[in-house]
């Protein structure tokens, strides 16, 4: 099993930034990629970027330029750098590991952001 915790969400100005951070624990040599998803209020879960095991990064059309992914192999920690954020931005943001077929999920963390 893999759990995986995040931390960093809170509520913030349009244009500020903000950074989420994911931490795994337990069989994470297993996990092949890590990824962030978003979910809005009345909205279906979407996938905001991720990171393979060997650094390869992929963002959705709608963060690009703004959000980045990072890892700290040593730490199990990925990370989320968010600049310039939106008010659209605003939604509960998902940790999600990849191992194999099987998926494991973080509980998420707020992200609000005000006009």
């Known amino acids: 099993q893999v759990r995986l915790v995040e931390s960093g969400g809170g509520l913030v100005q349009a244009g500020d930034s903000l950074i989420l951070s994911c931490a795994a624990s337990?069989?994470?040599?297993?996990?092949?990629?890590m990824g962030w998803y978003r979910q809005a209020p009345g909205q279906q879960r979407e996938l905001v970027g991720s990171?393979?095991?060997?650094?390869?990064?992929n963002y959705a059309e709608f963060v690009k330029g703004r959000f980045t992914i990072s890892r700290d192999a040593a730490k199990n920690t990925v990370y989320l750098q968010m600049n310039s954020l939106k008010p659209e931005d605003t939604a509960v943001y998902y940790c999600?590991?990849?191992?194999?077929?099987?998926?494991?999920w973080g509980q998420g963390t707020q992200v609000t952001v005000s006009s």
């Open positions: 999600n590991g990849r191992a194999g077929v099987s998926q494991y």
């Open positions: 337990g069989w994470t040599n297993r996990l092949t990629a």
């Open positions: 990171i393979t095991s060997s650094g390869i990064t």
